[in-house]
């Protein structure tokens, strides 16, 4: 599905592992057109020289003692699971 | 003093109350949760409430705690252990944090009581609140209006004195956009003053924990609980946290505010101007040097956030997959199906449309030209930052453009939603801390319609702007108007 940019909705949505209904594609890709022809604006910035902000206050580099601690137990780490059993997650098939 | 005077108390007026014993803590939880029950059909700021664990807690409260005996109300995006976090999706459906936030166990260590929690946009991504999978929420000025977002739970519940005080997260204006929309109190710190862990991502590098309430003395109260360094979040600052409540009262003389022209645009609407000009003349008469500034990368902000933005989420989210908690798709042909349906199934529109930009502007061939590229411009906009507080100690503008808009009116138009964050994101993009106060009314089809002031402070500069903020607060009434709620028929 072809819109104004070079954005193809149905492609990056299967790269996102969303399986998006036809007219969903269709919504989506004409509002991520409008949204990505508004953030073009950027390329008029210059931006030579510049290094990139990965955040907005410069921390790196942050260690603590490895050292272990208390954390979940598996039952609690499964607490949630959707489905479970042997005290592991459960799912599809993967490998024939 | 009955129920609906009783929860329409500041935090610290009710502090006074409990130490003075004229009123216990679960009498305290009593009126509120009546209250809820009188007014939350019509408002919808509630998505859970666990009363019997709230009232157990009430029981045995130490009033003499900074926030001792104090309930809170929880954007439902903050993990407290045995209570639901649905971040207001589907996805999560059933879900139960197994662990409290950092912010819960520093909020009860200061014997606050951690009571429901409020609904949002889906995981964050709104500014109305509309969003939210599971409820909506009104304005308790108009409940014809939106509440603002992503916090609109919280704003909405502390306004219509449901809560006395609440936390919200903050990614690109959602606790300061709200609180604005609807005349309530809201704070967004410093990067890293106060502990991520707990708060479900959104987007790793803005998102930011903190206070909404009816006073500006109330969210220094919260901060002085909630802010400080976490080890379990690697982002958190270890720097000395002040006592916030300590510099309120201190007078504006010789404080520095400046006013950049890049946010006193057309756009604004009338009466938003008219009340920020007002504000502005107001700080001026209490001492305040008021100088024009300028952030000339300001135009840049909202392009670079939906970039950035939608980038960190596309990887935050990828771990809703319907294998290790929340909803599960049925009957998937196979893993990968399992995932395509759960995510499909699980998040509402928003969502997906901001994963798909995330995950377009961070694939191969496209990096470059989106997220380098708005990382750079990130930079930029920090530096005019940098560069304005040599000059000034603080920045004023309106939070919103304009005041809380209809429900419905913008849904379907994702990019004009974007732009109502307009002055609220770049704070975000630049990791510093900024607050929303009442400064007025816009009068709209017959309804008195809040206006809130933004300042925006120096990294770690919180005292400072709550200091300013306190001191325009006291020297106005807007702060003791409260809306015109009728009680609703319906229960929640």
Not at chain 2, 384 to 399: C, H, N
Not at chain 2, 453 to 462: A, N
Request: glycine share 8%; net charge negative; with cysteine.
């Amino acid at each position: 599905m072809a819109g104004t940019s070079d954005l193809d909705v149905a492609y990056v949505a299967r790269l996102a592992r969303i399986n998006l209904t036809e007219d969903e594609a269709e919504t989506f890709q004409k509002q991520l057109d409008d949204v990505l022809k508004y953030v073009e604006k950027l390329r008029q910035v210059d931006v030579t020289g510049v290094d990139a902000a990965a955040h907005g206050l410069p921390v790196f580099n942050v260690f603590r003692a490895d050292a272990p601690r208390d954390w979940f137990t598996a039952e609690q780490a499964l607490s949630n699971a959707p489905r479970q059993a042997n005290g592991l997650f459960v799912v599809p098939k993967v490998v024939e | 003093m009955i129920g609906n005077e009783l929860t329409a108390v500041s935090i610290a007026d009710l502090q006074s109350l409990l130490r003075r014993r004229e009123i216990s803590s679960r009498e305290v939880i009593d009126a509120l949760r009546e209250r809820i029950e009188a007014v939350d059909g019509n408002i919808g700021a509630y998505l859970s409430l666990d009363i019997e664990a709230a009232t157990k807690e009430a029981e045995h409260a130490n009033v003499d705690l900074p926030l001792g005996g104090i309930p809170i109300a929880i954007k439902d995006i903050i993990s407290a252990m045995g209570q639901p976090c649905t971040c207001a999706s589907k996805i999560l459906n059933g879900y139960r944090a197994p662990y409290d936030a950092t912010v819960i166990k520093k909020l009860r260590a200061a014997g606050a009581i951690p009571f429901g929690k409020t609904n949002l946009d889906e995981f964050a991504m709104g500014s109305s609140t509309e969003n939210s999978a599971l409820k909506s929420t009104r304005n308790p000025w108009d409940l014809s209006r939106v509440p603002g977002g992503s916090s609109g739970g919280s704003a909405a519940a502390v306004a219509a004195d449901e809560a006395f005080g609440a936390l919200g997260s903050d990614t690109g204006g959602s606790i300061r956009q709200p609180a604005a929309l609807c005349g309530v109190v809201g704070l967004k710190p410093t990067y890293g003053r106060v502990s991520r862990f707990g708060l479900v991502a959104f987007a790793s590098s803005l998102d930011q924990i903190g206070p909404v309430t009816k006073t500006v003395r109330d969210a220094a109260l919260i901060m002085n609980a909630i802010a400080g360094h976490d080890q379990q979040d690697s982002t958190s600052l270890d720097e000395p946290v002040p006592d916030y409540v300590a510099s309120l009262g201190n007078d504006l003389r010789g404080v520095r505010l400046g006013v950049p022209k890049e946010y006193m645009i057309e756009g604004i609407d009338p009466q938003v101007r008219a009340a920020i000009d007002a504000a502005v003349k107001q700080l001026n008469s209490l001492g305040a040097e008021i100088a024009e500034v300028s952030l000339p990368s300001t135009e840049y902000a909202v392009a670079v956030y939906y970039i950035i933005a939608t980038a960190e989420a596309s990887a935050n989210l990828a771990r809703f997959d319907g294998v290790r908690y929340g909803y599960r798709a049925e009957n998937p042909k196979d893993v990968l199906d399992l995932y395509g349906c759960t995510r499909e199934e699980g998040f509402g529109p928003e969502v997906k449309r901001r994963i798909i930009l995330g995950t377009y502007v961070l694939s191969s061939g496209y990096y470059d030209a989106y997220y380098l590229r708005a990382q750079k411009v990130r930079e930029l906009i920090r530096r005019d930052f940098s560069s304005v507080f040599e000059k000034v100690d603080a920045l004023i503008s309106p939070t919103s453009p304009v005041a809380a808009f209809k429900l419905g009116e913008r849904v379907a138009d994702p990019l004009q939603m974007y732009l109502a964050d307009i002055f609220t994101i770049a704070a975000n993009l630049a990791g510093i801390g900024g607050i929303s106060v009442p400064c007025g009314f816009a009068e709209l089809d017959g309804h008195r319609l809040p206006v809130g002031l933004q300042l925006l402070g120096k990294p770690l500069d919180e005292a400072r702007i709550l200091q300013i903020a306190h001191a325009y607060e006291q020297s106005t009434d807007w702060h003791k108007s409260r809306p015109p709620i009728a009680a609703s028929d319906q229960k929640t």
